[in-house]
Structures are given as structure tokens and as C-alpha cells.
């Protein structure tokens, strides 16, 4: 579905607001060497990152200025596309469920 590469992009879904701005600027921080699109909707973004999207919960606690938790960032992300994986210090989603 026009991605020539045949490389799935995956990512969340979020919610604007700083919550929103945050995770994407962490995930440009997180994620440099991977190609990435946000698509701006009237409330939300759709972000997508070729093959996998790594957020760090330090990453996204630094461009937020206070500390928060994976919940936090549910909160905010209503949907998301890929196999996610949840740890305590990062969230990954990836193209493939291996």
C-alpha cells in the first residue's frame, strides 16, 4: 500500500497536544536513522516509521520536561500500527511479530 521499499512502516497513533508533540520529536530523536512521516489529521497524528519505531520513555520525559510512564503515553495514543512491545524504559513497534 504504496510503499515501494516493500518495508511495512508502523507506529502510534497520538492524540495532539504536548503529549503528541513530544512523542514525535522523541521519535526523530530515537529513530534518526530510520525514514519517518507524520501525517496531521484535525486531532490527531499518524506517525510511521520504516520496519520499526523506538520510543524511549527517558527520550520522551526530557522533551515533555518531567517524568512519565508508559501510560502516559497510552493515554494519548489511541491506536497505533505494528506488533507492539512494551518494557519499562522504551516502546517498540515493529513490522514483524518476531
Known amino acids: 500500500m504504496g510503499n515501494d521499499s516493500g518495508v511495512r512502516s508502523v507506529g502510534p497513533v497520538m ?6 508533540d513530544a512523542v514525535i520529536e522523541a521519535i526523530y530523536e530515537d529513530n534518526s536513522d530510520r525514514k519517518i512521516e507524520v501525517e496531521e489529521h484535525a486531532s490527531y497524528f499518524r506517525i510511521k516509521v520504516e520496519g520499526e519505531c523506538l520510543i524511549k520513555i527517558e527520550t520522551v520525559s526530557e522533551m515533555l520536561g ?3 510512564i508508559f501510560s502516559d503515553i497510552e493515554a494519548s495514543m489511541p491506536s497505533f500500527e505494528g506488533f507492539i512491545r512494551v518494557e519499562t524504559d522504551q ?3 515493529l513490522s514483524k511479530s518476531a
Not at 15 to 20: A, H, P, T, V, Y
Open 15 to 20: 492524540k495532539k497536544g504536548d503529549m503528541g
Open 66 to 68: 518531567s517524568d512519565i
Open 91 to 93: 516502546i517498540r513497534f
